[in-house]
DNA sequence: AGCTGATTCCTTAGGGTGTAAACTGAGAGT
DNA sequence: ACTCTCAGTTTACACCCTAAGGAATCAGCT
């Protein structure tokens, strides 16, 4: 289920997460045990271990020896918790690139450390970024990839899109190793398995494989199978592999832009 | 929530999604009253109109007057179901581009494609790709793509990336225009409306924005708001734009790779 | 000191989900 | 006519989110 930004109360949604010194004015009733970071923090913790499919309110209150309704104090729904574990996350990410000189590497270090961060918190490809959450950390990451391709001195409307290339494609590429290695967790069974299995039972079920896809099978027939690291499973190195390729590619890509620009 | 291939018996799955002729060989008991036929294009339907959420076996089953457990005597189980139902409208996907003379328009034209497809149905984009279905549809689509790049003249090892490169982004750029109407649906409310509340609000809670986040704020700032078409709302027509740009700078970075084999 | 009213947190309940298990009843083969 | 197989149903379980309302707590005022 991929999920939405919170169509509750806006203002409170934003409120919380924009909130800063939290004034604790004393107030009547009992002291709050919990607090909003706690609790951001304790679904982080099982949305990382457990993925979003373990993510239950239920789940997030146990970890913290509560019921599931005593988080709705706190938290209008479960997609407003989402929103702020969301920008909570993101500040993880590195946010200055002027150390590394050239602008090639800057963007490549920063594909580099989202990569990472994704495959850190991979729940997070599933938080819809299209209308963005409006967090402080959302903007904050938006900051630094734009303070990045401002050395490339394009247009405002070029950097805008390169904006959304550049996040497109990370994701994109992340996603298909998340999803690689969630596919290992969830069938319990490791991809060499699976292919074995798969790939004798293709040959049966389809004898005239190569006929009707010749091209496929020209391709895949010239094929060197030489892991690089034998710890990490065949399908996420395939994924890494090929986003390092594609990135450098998107760069390529980049630089003719920027060649083009200059000319004109 | 992501769905895997499944996990079921793989020699009934792979029958399933090879099935041909279907030797309708005189069994004891009942005539069947549904087919897997049926019952794909029945979820299909679901899936295109009410999306994943809507999607149950519930829901199927009372499409076809029947109830969710008489869907379980055709298909092993949800999963099951999903894999045949993504290898069944793979089909739809144009499989020849010889009619492009540039490889260039070929591709552009192949993305277009995909954009268009994936957004007709979207659910699409919630079944993993990491581990293929291995149906005969998704093998298609790969020699599409495959016979293409073939065009190319570059070493099997560069192809098989860009199958990679290439996929990965055009469902990437997909993703964010079908959240975009997703997330419109699902709130009720157009982004003109979304905008406009949470921007008044940003600017409350973060009146040190322009300081913040100077980078951006510049980007922003001097952004003209020209919409191409009233019709399509605001962040999918954003989405779109950023497709096209994008996959233009990936098309230039294959180009600068083709010149770079031409040499060596 | 005692009350008031706000606030935290709980219990209960209702409407979802996928699917296991046991059952009914249709119909082909002997 | 009998039997065996299999389509489809019913029922049930374990999970999900969260609305509603009640119990416990405690600051501030009288």
């Known amino acids: ?14 409120g919380l997460l924009w909130r800063e010194g939290s004034a604790d004015s004393a107030r009547p009733g009992p002291r709050p045990a919990l607090s909003v970071e706690m609790i951001i923090e304790a679904a982080i913790g099982i949305a990382d271990a457990d993925g ?24 209008a729904n479960k997609n407003e918790l989402l929103d702020l574990m969301y920008d909570h996350a993101l500040a993880e990410l590195p946010a200055d690139y002027s150390g590394h000189a050239e602008w ?18 991979p729940w997070l490809l599933q938080v819809s970024d299209a209308r963005s959450v ?6 904050q990451t938006v900051e630094t990839l734009v303070v990045i391709l401002d050395r490339l001195e394009l247009p405002a409307k070029d950097v805008r899109r390169l904006v959304g290339t550049l996040t497109t494609y990370v994701r994109g590429a992340a996603r298909r190793a998340v999803e690689a290695r969630a596919a290992q967790a969830e069938t319990g069974m490791s991809d060499d398995e699976w292919w074995l299995t798969r790939s004798s039972l293709l040959a049966e ?56 620009a200059r000319i004109a």
């Open 104 to 121: 090639r590497d800057a963007l490549t270090a920063w594909a580099r450390d989202n990569w990472d961060f994704f495959l850190r918190h």
């Open 134 to 139: 409006l967090g402080p950390n959302e903007f």
């Open 205 to 260: 079920v389809a004898p005239d494989f190569s006929q009707r896809y010749p091209a496929l099978t020209r391709l895949e027939s010239g094929r060197a199978f030489q892991m690089e690291d034998e710890s990490v499973p065949y399908l996420e190195q395939e994924a890494r592999e090929t986003f390092r390729a594609g990135l450098a590619t998107v760069l390529d890509g980049i630089e003719v832009a920027l060649r083009r």
């Open 1 to 14: 289920m991929v999920v939405y930004a919170a169509q509750g109360d806006a203002r409170r949604s934003m």
């Open 52 to 75: 979003m499919s373990g993510l239950s309110m239920r789940a997030v209150g146990e970890r913290l020896g509560r019921t599931a309704m005593a988080l709705y104090t706190y938290v």
